[in-house]
């Protein structure tokens, strides 16, 4: 079984702080994603890697960041957390598959509040 | 601009009963539609996916109808069960990435 995990389920932080989720799978997936999700948005893409050191912004970059040193790790930060950051952020992983549909699996998530 | 649209935010159906998920989307040039369900406090999972060159994929009590003309997409669960209540994604892959839908919380009563 997949298995994909997220360093913390919930996580209160203060506005301006420098915030880091970590995101760990153990299947040698090549592709991983962070994804936040909000009531009545469904889950929006924020970043995505290909590969490690590879990153490629998704629908919503801004005030993200990402780092993959190891193809196992994916990490998210928030340079500086603002009040809109507020929300479940999501972490997936998939193996690249040509001509095949790509499932995606999916971490449990973090609540994040940011005060 | 949504690309897909998940038009109704909750469905309550009863024990035993069908339900259908509806879910329509904007661009005909889609490979894959899926379909995902999230209970509270975990990460969503895949249950069922189509090829846009069928129109029909079954998976047990799970089937999915792809209706390219008219750009929608529908689940349907039979016979539904309490277990069954949870939040149902639908999604379409998109180059190497998932569109997903708003989401439809479902019910079902016992």
């Known amino acids: 079984d997949v298995k994909v995990t997220q360093s913390s389920r919930y996580l209160v932080k203060r506005t301006g702080e420098k915030v880091f989720l970590e995101c760990v799978q153990d299947?040698?997936?090549?592709?991983m994603f962070w994804y936040r999700q909000d009531p009545g948005l469904g889950l929006r893409l924020i970043y995505f890697?290909?590969?490690?050191?590879?990153?490629e912004k998704g629908d919503i970059p801004e005030g993200y960041s990402v780092s993959r040193e190891k193809k196992e790790r994916f990490s998210l930060i928030l340079e500086s957390a603002s009040t809109n950051q507020t929300s479940m952020y999501l972490c997936?992983?998939?193996?690249?598959?040509?001509?095949?549909?790509?499932?995606?699996?999916f971490g449990p998530g973090t609540r994040l509040t940011v005060l | 601009d949504q690309q897909v649209k998940q038009n109704s935010p909750s469905l309550s159906v009863q024990e035993g009963r069908i339900s259908i998920l509806n879910c329509d989307y904007t661009n005909s040039m889609f490979d894959y539609f899926l379909w995902y369900k999230k209970y509270p406090a975990e990460g969503p999972t895949f249950l069922i996916s189509?090829?846009?060159?069928?129109d029909k994929n079954e998976d047990g009590r799970f089937t999915v109808f792809l209706n390219k003309s008219a750009k929608h997409l529908s689940l349907h669960i039979v016979p539904s069960q309490p277990g069954d209540s949870a939040v149902y994604f639908c999604a379409v892959e998109y180059g190497n990435k998932l569109v997903f839908g708003a989401g439809t919380i479902l019910r079902v009563k016992s």
């Open positions: 189509i090829s846009s060159i069928k």
């Open positions: 890697s290909y590969d490690v050191k590879m990153k």
């Open positions: 997936a992983s998939s193996l690249y598959t040509s001509g095949g549909v790509d499932t995606q699996y």
């Open positions: 299947m040698d997936h090549e592709n």
